[in-house]
């Protein structure tokens, strides 16, 4: 099992940044990050490979967020960045963390993310 713990969720204004940082506590092969406003279903927003040694360091971006938000193994052992940069109102949600079983390393496949963080909100104003 994996347990997941994000920061970094913070008001902001329209074209400011923030960087979202996430710590699992358990091996994965793969962190990603989904969002989700109140009524509407979870989405996904960006997801890496991140086990092991290996060079890859794939990354997988929704189209909204493509050339805006980027991924990143963070400095700690199992760990992302997403920092958010041009950020939009529309941006506003619940940000959580995510991770799949310890042997799935399809990272880029989005429904196979099963364990979640406890969110952090970001809001976006004009």
Do not use: H
Not at 11 to 23: I, K, N, P
Not at 24 to 49: D, H
């Amino acid at each position: 099992q994996v347990q997941l713990v994000e920061s970094g969720g913070e008001s902001v204004q329209a074209g400011g940044s923030l960087r979202l940082s996430c710590v699992a506590s358990g091996f994965t092969r793969c962190m990603g990050w989904f969002r989700q406003v109140p009524g509407k279903e979870r989405e996904g927003v960006a997801s890496m490979y991140i086990g092991g040694n290996s060079p890859d360091a794939s990354t997988y971006y929704a189209d909204s967020v493509k050339g805006r938000f980027t991924i990143s193994r963070g400095n700690a052992k199992d760990s992302t960045y997403l920092q958010m940069n041009s950020l939009k109102p529309g941006d506003t949600a619940i940000y959580y963390c995510a991770a799949p079983e310890r042997w799935v390393a399809q990272c880029g496949d989005w429904s196979v993310y099963k364990y979640w963080g406890q969110g952090t909100q970001v809001t976006v104003s004009v």
